[in-house]
């Protein structure tokens, strides 16, 4: 039995070294000290023994199995560290490795050149207004003095949703929706979209942006309408850009005129990117006509204001040189990545 007792001990050692994972060591605790294991095979046999040899042997028996348990112990610990050290290798992060650079996203240049526009209306005390683009024939014409058989609905290629309710073709209505529930002194801007049933080419695009503005106080005059915007043109373009104000006409401002700014290309002389102008239209504008006051419950004998609409695309095209329209729209990385 004593023999029995020390092969087991030797064979548990051989096996366990070999043991590489933790379920073949628990396979062989199993073999070695479960119920029917080896050990306790040899134990169940004790009866046989004389009273001498039980306490012997029965003592043996134990340092035996104490061997075995640190067998286990000591192999397990090992394959854990094995597996600790491996997971550590494969973890390990080589600092001196080149980095792999995230793509930067960028803002587009429509939204560069808007955020400025606010940036600079904001700064002048001017709050942001909205509208739906979704917008109701009133609106978008009849409280802004164009009725139905005016001819200026024509040149604004509207897209009619059912008879009164149509896509915006201009940031206007905002104008009157924005004094239908604020009261004066108001300064506003709303930019946004508008639609017009225009064929796309390098100008025209069946969507587009206007950002409208909205000044209504006593005592407004021409004269702010004047000051304001060349201050706009100043901060938008730099401190010696040159403006000018020409008659013009819209149903909703009287008087009215366009702005234009010296072309920056020839300074005046004529070029290709102002057709030979020398100046290039950035805004029209005007005084709030009095029936438009008058729609919206503004006293026009207490009450006067001006407004002004510009179209963002073309001054983005202006500013960075752009010829056609329409790159705006594709989102062609090639050219998103030159802003
Ligand atoms: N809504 C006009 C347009 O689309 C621009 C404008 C706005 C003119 C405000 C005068 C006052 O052309």
Redesign the pocket.
């Known amino acids: 039995m004593k023999t029995q007792l020390e092969q087991i001990k030797a064979a548990a050692a051989a096996a366990l070294h070999g043991a590489q994972d933790l379920k073949q060591v628990d396979a062989l605790r199993v073999q070695y000290l479960g119920k029917k294991g080896e050990l306790t095979g040899i134990l169940k046999q004790m009866g046989k023994l004389s009273a001498e040899e039980r306490p012997v042997m029965g003592q043996l028996a134990n340092e035996v199995r104490a061997q075995i348990e640190a067998d286990i112990a000591r192999r397990q610990n090992e394959l854990a560290a094995a597996a600790m050290e491996a997971q550590l290798k494969a973890e390990t992060i080589d600092v001196t490795m080149p980095g792999s650079k995230p793509a930067m996203g960028k803002a587009h240049p429509l939204t560069t050149v808007l955020d400025e526009v606010k940036e600079i209306f904001l700064g002048m005390g001017f709050e942001l207004g909205a509208g739906p683009e979704v917008e109701l024939d009133y609106y978008n014409f009849e409280a802004l003095n164009i009725p139905k058989d005016h001819p200026a609905r024509d040149t604004q290629d509207t897209f009619y949703i059912s008879d009164n309710v149509l896509l915006r073709t201009?940031t206007?209505p905002v104008q009157i929706r924005f004094m239908e529930n604020n009261k004066p002194p108001i300064r506003m801007i709303s930019p946004g979209r508008v639609y017009r049933s225009d064929a796309v080419d390098a100008t025209h695009s069946p969507l587009f942006h206007?950002i409208?503005g909205l000044v209504v106080d006593k005592g407004v005059t021409m004269a702010d309408l004047k000051g304001t915007l060349e201050l706009f043109a100043k901060r938008l373009y730099g401190e010696d850009v040159q403006v000018r104000f020409r008659p013009h006409h819209?149903p909703?401002?009287e008087p009215?005129a366009e702005m234009d700014a010296m072309c920056f290309a020839c300074h005046g002389e004529g070029c290709r990117l102002c057709k030979g102008e020398g100046w290039i239209e950035i805004l029209?504008?005007?005084m709030v006509h009095p029936k438009v006051l008058q729609n919206c419950g503004v006293d026009p004998e207490v009450y006067s204001g001006f407004?002004?609409?510009m179209g963002l695309e073309r001054i983005v095209m202006r500013r960075y040189n752009i010829d056609d329209l329409r790159l705006f729209y594709e989102n062609d990385l090639r050219f998103l990545n030159q802003f």
Do not use: M
Request: proline share 0%.
């Open positions: 201009q206007s206007q409208e819209f909703f401002t009215s029209g504008a005007g407004a002004f609409g």
